[in-house]
């Protein structure tokens, strides 16, 4: 029988963190634990109020569903998965949890770090990004000096936008990833084309409603910047769009569910030629971590949820280096709680 658990947190924000759907100064999040005998696995999910999801919604569900998941006899994380997805249909968020806590557990089960039960090696990991959401050009520049770090990711959808990349790009040299989280129509887009391509920005993710096809099909004959989709591809349904339209996806596990479909996921976005970016729903050191194993697999990283707020759940495991993620140590996701 499984032992489960869960524990609300509110992690503070060092900045108020502003994207084009609005802002917030704590990030709400709920974490799970699933325990047979001395072992115990951790998961994470976030409220989100654009996608509907809080944490009183979560808790409401996992106590009506308590006794069915306890009961559960775990085998395998993937079938654990399957019995969820029917359990509770469409609840992406709370699955996702409680599918990052299962393969938690089993990789301590089986004495591996989860990387290496996926047959990953550690290595060609990217870089993770730290983002600044939506400020002033001065703020900016500001939280840059603050936080020196190889590649960065600014949010936009404001009308400073160009002052800001502008701002940016005259206090590093560093990497710039620009997200507009579908900020932008096309005129914006054009209008701003030429500075992103003129200071080497990598790649642009969401610019447009993610229903403005014909926005993208037009920005996409216009730039060989790298577009990604977040908003526009929330799991395997929208690769056939998303291949002709973009050239890569965010996958974010909360967004498809968990590790489980995330997997198939970057296996057939990859077959259709699709670039991977791992990202986050602002998860502390618990959703991080779990992401993080799937590295091995990733072209770009938005891991960087522990850099942006004060992580409440005193809990240890992912580690960062100037922009690298190092090697998970110990098993499952190599978590310590304190």
Not at 61 to 70: Q, S, T, Y
């Amino acid at each position: 029988m499984l032992q489960l658990t869960y524990q609300r947190h509110s992690f503070p924000f060092q900045y108020p963190f502003q994207i084009s759907k609005g802002i917030k100064t704590h990030q709400e999040s709920l974490t799970i634990t699933l325990g047979i005998a001395a072992l115990k696995g951790y998961g994470e999910a976030t409220a989100i109020t654009y996608h509907g999801v809080t944490v009183e919604g979560m808790v409401a569900l996992l106590e009506a569903k308590r006794m069915m998941i306890a009961q559960y006899t775990l085998t395998t994380p993937d079938r654990f998965w399957h019995f969820l997805h029917h359990l509770i249909p469409g609840e992406h968020f709370l699955t996702s949890a409680l599918d990052m806590a299962a393969w938690d557990l089993y990789g301590q089960m089986r004495r591996m770090p989860v990387y290496k039960l996926l047959g990953l090696a550690w290595q060609n990991v990217p870089l993770t990004d730290y983002t600044i959401g939506i400020t002033t050009p001065a703020e900016a520049a500001d939280r840059i000096k603050a936080h020196p770090w190889p590649v960065y990711k600014l949010k936009l959808g404001s009308r400073q936008d160009m002052e800001v990349i502008r701002a940016v790009r005259a206090a590093t040299d560093a990497v710039i990833r620009i997200d507009a989280n579908e900020g932008w129509n096309v005129e914006d887009a054009k209008a701003l084309l030429p500075e992103l391509q003129q200071i080497g920005v990598e790649l642009i993710e969401q610019p447009l409603d993610k229903a403005d096809l014909e926005g993208m099909k037009v920005l996409k004959e216009l730039t060989h910047i790298p577009i990604i989709a977040d908003e526009a591809c929330q799991g395997e349904k929208d690769l056939v769009i998303c291949a002709d339209l973009y050239d890569g996806i965010n996958i974010k596990l909360s967004k498809c569910s968990g590790i489980t479909p995330a997997l198939e996921l970057i296996k057939k976005a990859k077959a259709s030629g699709l670039k991977i970016m791992l990202g986050s729903m602002n998860e502390g050191i618990v959703g991080a971590s779990a992401l993080s194993h799937l590295l091995p697999l990733a072209d770009y990283a938005d891991i960087d949820g522990p850099l942006l707020s004060e992580d409440t759940t005193g809990m240890t495991g992912i580690r960062y280096e100037n922009g690298h993620i190092l090697q998970p140590q110990g098993t499952g996701f190599g978590l310590k709680p304190a």
